[in-house]
T-cell receptor, first 116, second 114 residues
Framework: GAVVSQHPSWVICKSGTSVKIECRSL??????MFWYRQFPKQSLMLMAT?????????EQGVEKDKFLINHASLTLSTLTVTSAHPEDSSFYIC????????????FGPGTRLTVT | DQQVKQNSPSLSVQEGRISILNCDYT??????FLWYKKYPAEGPTFLIS?????DKNEDGRFTVFLNKSAKHLSLHIVPSQPGDSAVYFC?????????????FGTGTLLAVQP
């Protein structure tokens, strides 16, 4: 089946620093990748839609200058949390849609970010 | 504005019995629905989906029912197994929309008691 990986799986950083999270589709090409955020006991909230070779589309309320998304290839999208603050601590999950068809999304295992 | 709602935050079922998880939506433009299973600190795993042209889709122990007029769908798991214990999210999408993005419900924690 389609596999999506994320790296790192968890990261602790100091307030004010930047953190990059990678999302890779391992056995398929993904023209579209999505970035979600999940707070404890809450739903997955879509942050942005990332299309290969173009600018990401951010959901309302998501700061595009704080959450930088780059989708440089058909198998890799990155999310950079810039100038992280403790309130950015969350579980970040990416998903990818197979360019070969289908309407579903395959999810990565998630990245736990803790900002101290 | 929560377009996809799962009104039961938790559900407890005995092993071997049927688990029924419910989901309601408000956007009549949604035409594709999915169920995901999620363990803590892991990404969601796809379970089953249904298109709005159908009212039922079955895959092994999992069956999804869609009632378009009521804007309601449900996931039936039978027989329930302890390994089914997880958080279940329903999600909806406009297949022919601009981005096909998924809108998730708030999730239902299913506990299957041995």
């Amino acid at each position: 089946g389609a596999v999506v990986s994320q790296h790192p799986s968890w990261v602790i950083c100091k307030s004010g620093t930047s953190v990059k999270i990678e999302c890779r589709s391992l056995d398929f090409q993904a023209t579209t990748m999505f970035w979600y955020r999940q707070f404890p006991k809450q739903s997955l909230m879509l942050m942005a839609t990332s299309n290969e070779g173009s600018k990401a589309t951010y959901e309302q309320g998501v700061e595009k200058d704080k959450f930088l998304i780059n989708h440089a290839s058909l198998t890799l999208s990155t999310l950079t949390v810039t100038s992280a603050h403790p309130e950015d601590s969350s579980f970040y999950i990416c998903s990818a849609r197979d360019a070969g068809g289908g309407f579903g999304q395959y999810f990565g295992p998630g990245t736990r970010l803790t900002v101290t | 504005d929560q377009q996809v709602k799962q009104n039961s935050p938790s559900l407890s079922v005995q092993e071997g019995r049927i688990s029924i998880l419910n989901c309601d939506y408000t956007n009549s433009m949604f035409d594709y629905f999915l169920w995901y299973k999620k363990y803590p600190a892991e990404g969601p795993t796809f379970l089953i989906s249904i298109s709005s042209i159908k009212d039922k889709n079955e895959d092994g122990r999992f069956t999804v029912f869609l009632n378009k007029s009521a804007k309601h769908l449900s996931l039936h798991i039978v027989p329930s197994q302890p390994g089914d214990s997880a958080v279940y999210f329903c999600a909806a999408s406009e297949v022919w929309g601009a981005t096909n993005k998924l809108i998730f419900g708030t999730g239902t924690l299913l506990a299957v008691q041995p």
